[in-house]
Each structure stands twice: as C-alpha cells, then as structure tokens.
C-alpha cells in the first residue's frame, strides 16, 4: 500500500499509517509483538493469499520456529477482531492466510457511490441493477428511486443507457429492495442484479457496474440474480432463498461467474426434514447471547457461552440439539419465537443476552417452548470472563436446569392430557420424570405411558430401556405380586433393545439393572455396566448403579468411588435423591456410617417414599449406636411397606449372597424388622 490506508475489519479498523489495529472508540488494540507484525503483513497484501513460509520468513527472521508459532498468532489476531466464523482472516488449506476486508478508507475517500452514508460495523456495499426485460419497456425511475428511499439506504447513480443503477452500504438491504422491487408492478418486465463493491473501491469510477449488469442480463423478467460473492454475504439471512444457477458468462464483461435467483424465503418452500417416528427426543436451539451493549468483547464472549451450551448439551442423551452453525443465523436478527422454531424445527429455545462490565459476565438466560410461547426458565448468570475462557461449571449448571425444566413442563403436559394426544418425546421424559416420584398413581401411569410408546415406536432402544427399568423399580418398591416374572419382562424389554442397537449405553445400563436387581448375576451386570461406562464414561446413570454393585459384593471403596464420582456428574439431575440413595449404600459398604447417614437424609429430603433409602438410614443409624433413631426410621419404613421381612428382603437383594448382605440382615433383626 503506498496511500495511508484504514481497513475496516468487522467492528475493528487497521490504520496503515499507524500501523496499529483500533477499536471502535479509535482505542489501539493490544497485540503481542509476533501477532501484530503477522497481521501487519497480511495487511500490506489484503485480499491477497500470503503463504506461510513468507509469513515465517519475515516474522521470525532468522529464528527456527514451526508452523504452531504462526498457528497461535493467527489465533490471537482472530481473537483481537472477534473473528469467530473466520470470515475475515481465511485459511487457504496446505498455503496460507487470507485478509478480507469488510471496507476500506483511503486518506481521501470518495463517497459518491455509497451516498456519504455509513455502512455499519460489518456491513458490506453492493450495486443493484435494473435492466428492462425488453427495448420498449420503460422503467418508472421516480417510483423505483422511491422504493430505494424508503429502505432508508439506496443512493441512485446516474448511467448512459436505459438500467438503473443502485448503491446500498449493505448487501443485504440490497437484496430486500430487488426483492421487493421484482415482487411489484415496477419490477415485472425487468431483470435485477445485485452484487458487492470490492473493498477500496468506493467511488463510480472505480466501478462502473458493467458486472452487476451483466448479472441483470441473466435475470429473466421479475427475477433477481447475484453473484456468489453477494450470497455469501447474505448466507444468515432468514427472509433469503438461493437457486443456484451454475457457471454464467456475463455479456457485459465475458467473465465467468457462479450466479444464483434469489427468492423470497417462506416456510411452504422448503423441504423439512424427514424425521422419524422413532426420534423420541424433543429438539432445542441455542442462539448466540444478544450483547445488550454492543462491544467487540461481549460479541466474543457471547459466542464462547453459546459454544459451551451446545456442546454441553450435546452431551445429554436425552435432547437434540440445533448445530452452532444453524444458530448463528439469529445472531444479528430479530424472529419471533415461532419463526426460530419454524426455521430451525425447534421445540425448545435457550437465548439470552450478555453484558461485560470490566473482568465481570452478566447473562439473562431464558429458556422457551416454542409451540406454546411459553418461558419455561429464566435466571440472571453472573461469571467471570477468566472463567468463561477457561470452562466454566456454570455451564453445567445451566444445562441441568434447562434439562430439568423440560422434565417439569412434559411432566405436566402428561398429567393434564390423554394419552393418544400426546406427543412420542412427551411420552418419554413423563414417563421418566413420574416413575422416580415412587407415588403408585403416577408411577403406574408411567408404566401405561412406556407401554403406549412402545406400540407406537416397538423397535426404539430408549422406550424398551426405560420399561426394562420401569419393572426393576416395581419389585424394588414391593409392588409386585410376582418378582420373577417382572424379572423375565424386564429381560425382555432390555434385551430387545440390545438387539437393535447393541452399543447403547442406556439399554446396556438397564440390562445391567435388571441383572444386579432381579437375577442377582452381578458378573454379567459388571460387564454390561462397564461396557456402558467405556461407551460413555460420564454416565452417572450407569456410574452410581455399577458403584452400587461394589457396594452388594461388598467392595466399599470401589462403590464409594463410583457413587460420590455420580453424584459430582449430576449434581442437579431430577432423581439426585436416587443416586444419593445408592451412594448412602456404597458408605455403608465402606463403613462410613455417618456419611451414610447425611447422604440419606439428604436423598429423604428430596423424596420420603424411597423405600430403600430409609433401610440404609436406619442400619446406619443402629451401626452408630443411635438405637431409638433407627427404630423410628423404620417404624416409617414399615408404613410405607407394611408386608417388609427379612427373609423378603434376603430373597430379593443382590447382596445376600454376601457378607455384606447378611451383615445387614442382621442389623435389620437387631432393629425390630420381622423375621
């Protein structure tokens, strides 16, 4: 460059005469020595490939570095500018780097083409051409330049043959205004064309609009056809449909160009995905937090939250969740909560919005469902940013709240309606949330839900897994008046859905379930909980069940491991009084009866009617010397299971076999429970 030169880059200007990089405020952005000489570099060849040997050679001269030195530079540019899509600084695979301008300003700037008008932060100019479709159409200038004022951006540039020619600061401005224009009687016998202004050039003498007319020339009457530079611009935008048209020669300049026709985007034109009955989840989209103070920082930091949301909640095996790339769409656009659910097929939307404040994170998050427009959750997050870049527990936090509204709401749904109007993912997550209350109504009802997903969907792992453990709680609450033919069903239900998927985790833990509890074969249970635990290793599911089958063989710090390490995976799980339950049990194993004891009481908080938890409690309690305490505790026990002995119970636990489950036979004689 041999004028002084300011190179807009997104929200960030790069002044060539300082040769320092500014923010919005004109505020010099700090950059390491190495980062900044790179950026420098690619500066000076804008929009122009720069190898990285050359990259290398200039920067380290001298100095034997490898590509990760660059590598991190170029990591530290893209951070500095916010550049999270790497629309600005481009890698050119196994060559190099790429800087894209979004506007440059000369020391003198011409501002005849854009009308003297700003173009915004990330804006990028364009031409639209009218061109009539035939020689004796005549195009009602005035009507049309109207049209282009009242988008509040179109700047007419006179020409010397019968087009018009348009100038917009934004491309997407642009594309609204020939849209609009093809749609009305002033568009129908003319053929539109939209396409950018290359950076630097900002004047009609740089560019005298022969490409956007050519462009116009493709377009047949009422159409309007860009460039694939223009539709690259306008990729997020929502009120967009490209058609691709292939490879064109342009009349006006016999250049070879990817062009496509734009249409209008409705919801009726578009093909929506296929998905199958045996889908079961329900679908939720993250959008990227709106900064309530817009700043390169919170932009940045927004996106990292959005990030992290996602790919946590990817995790869950009991959502689907809207690819990052999907959602970046709304992060510049106001939609309504029926138009995101519409464009992304959502039922539940998590957004939010974000303020940075010094070395401080204030988030507003709220979470919606989409078919009723109602908000399910909402909460105010403060973080600091060091946090957010390093990981954050806030995350899971979040995540287990949004998870454990969505139990509630489908728990709610399920109770209000009839079954047959419910939906299969409603089913689901109903079914699951009312079987853990171990209230008999609602737990039946869960079984008539598993049941009536299950003739809907017969071949879907997740239905058969959920029945096979639905049976396995039944005995353990003493509601079955036959254990081993529920023992048979359970087998039944997981071994089916082992047949069809046999690496899933869920139906692995289950059949592991029903081993340990029913058929007490612990050997077969253990390999199909670590088998479970290879697949997924956070499982807590199948991490506080196998740590409970430590706890029956008597391996107390095995089985303390793996529960407390549950308890830590699921630290706001719906049913965390059942994995504090298990993890009571495991330090009775340990013989750790004090721990026993709070992990109990803690699960008792959290629900009274877990049978098994009050047994752990009161053998707990006897073991410390505490008599009338355990005798209390299972005067409440027995009301709940009036027909407990301890043969029943040694007939049916997977410990009797056991040390440790005679041991607690005889703890439970010793506290008043019938022989």
């Known amino acids: 460059m041999t004028r002084e030169v300011k190179v807009r880059l997104g929200l960030f200007t790069y002044d060539t005469g300082l040769d320092c990089l500014l923010d919005e405020a004109g505020n010099q952005v700090s950059l390491r020595p190495q980062s900044a000489q790179v950026l420098s570099l690619l500066v000076d060849n804008i929009g122009q490939t720069v190898t990285k040997d050359d990259l290398i050679s200039t920067v380290w001269q001298d100095v034997s570095v490898t590509d990760d030195s660059l590598t991190q530079c170029i990591a530290d540019v893209r951070r500095a500018l916010g550049d999270t899509d790497r ?130 020339g493709i377009a047949q009457e009422a159409q309007v056809v860009v460039s694939v530079e223009a539709r690259d611009q306008c990729h997020a935008e929502l009120d967009f449909d490209f058609e691709d048209l292939g490879q064109q020669i342009l009349r006006t300049t016999n250049e070879d160009i990817r062009a496509f026709r734009v249409h209008a985007n409705t919801s009726g034109a578009r093909l929506m995905p296929d998905i199958a009955a045996e889908d079961l989840l329900p679908t939720i989209a993250v959008l990227p937090l709106r900064a309530r103070i817009a700043s390169a920082d919170t932009n940045v930091i927004g996106e990292i939250m959005a990030d992290d949301l996602i790919a946590t909640l990817s995790r869950s095996a009991d959502v689907n969740v809207i690819s990052r790339l999907s959602t970046t769409a709304f992060r510049a656009q106001e939609a309504s909560l029926d138009k995101i659910g519409d464009m992304l097929g959502a039922d539940f939307v998590l957004s939010g919005t974000i303020l940075t404040h010094d070395t401080h994170v204030g988030m507003m998050l709220q979470l919606s469902e989409v078919s009723t427009n109602k908000v399910l959750w909402a909460e105010r997050v403060a973080v600091e940013v060091t946090d957010i870049l390093n990981g954050i527990e806030a995350v899971e936090e979040i995540v287990a709240k949004v998870r454990k509204a969505i139990a509630l709401n489908e728990i709610d749904r399920v109770r209000s309606r009839p079954i047959s109007t419910l939906r299969n993912y409603s089913l689901l997550i109903g079914a699951v949330g009312l079987m853990y ?35 396995v709680l039944r005995v353990q609450q003493g509601w079955s008046g036959n254990p081993q033919e529920a023992a048979q069903q359970a087998l039944g239900f997981s071994r089916k859905a082992l047949d069809i998927d046999p690496e899933n985790a869920l139906a692995l833990i289950s059949e592991g379930n029903v081993l340990t509890h029913l058929l007490h074969q612990l050997d077969e249970a253990e390999e199909r909980y670590d088998t479970a635990l290879d697949i997924n290793p956070n499982d807590a599911s199948g991490r506080v069940l196998r740590g409970a089958l430590f706890a029956f063989q008597g391996k107390g710090e095995e089985a303390k491991r793996d529960c407390e390490h549950a308890l830590h995976l699921a630290p706001l799980d719906p049913h965390r009084f059942f994995f504090l339950s298990l993890a009571s049990t495991a330090s009775i194993a340990a013989e750790d009866y004090e721990r026993a004891i709070a992990l109990a009481k803690a699960s008792i908080r959290l629900n009274r009617t877990h049978t098994s938890t009050l047994r752990v409690k009161a053998v707990a309690q006897m073991r410390l010397g505490d008599e009338e305490a355990a005798r209390r505790t299972i005067q409440e026990l027995l009301r709940l299971q009036p027909n407990l002995s301890v043969s029943a119970w040694l007939k049916n636990s997977p410990s009797a076999n056991f040390e440790l489950g005679r041991n607690f036979a005889a703890t439970l004689r010793e506290i008043g429970v019938p022989e």
């Not at 031409?127 to 109207?146: D, F, G, R, S």
């Not at 997407?172 to 939209?194: E, K, T, Y």
Request: proline share 7%; hydrophobic share 40%; net charge positive.
């Open 87 to 216: 629309r600005i600084l481009k890698t050119r695979p196994k060559v190099g780097y790429q800087l894209s301008p979004t506007h440059q300003d000369t020391d003198q700037p011409e501002t005849a083409l854009m009308g003297g008008q700003s173009s915004g932060a990330n804006a990028v100019s364009a031409l639209v051409c009218i061109q009539p479709a035939h020689p004796k159409v005549q195009l009602a200038l005035t009507t049309i330049k109207n049209e282009a004022a009242s988008l509040g951006a179109g700047t007419h540039i006179p020409t010397k043959d019968d087009t018009v020619l348009f100038s917009f600061p934004d491309v997407m401005a642009a594309v609204r205004f020939a849209l609009r224009l093809s749609a009305s009687s002033n568009g129908q016998n003319c053929g539109i064309g939209v396409d950018l202004i290359p950076a630097g050039q900002t004047s009609k003498a740089a560019y005298d609009g022969a490409r956007v007319a050519g462009l116009a």
């Open 437 to 471: 209350r171990f209230a008999p109504v609602d737990f039946n009802l869960a079984g008539e839900m598993l049941r009536t997903l299950i003739e809907r969907v017969p071949n879907h792992p997740a239905a058969l897994a959920w029945m096979a453990r639905w049976y």
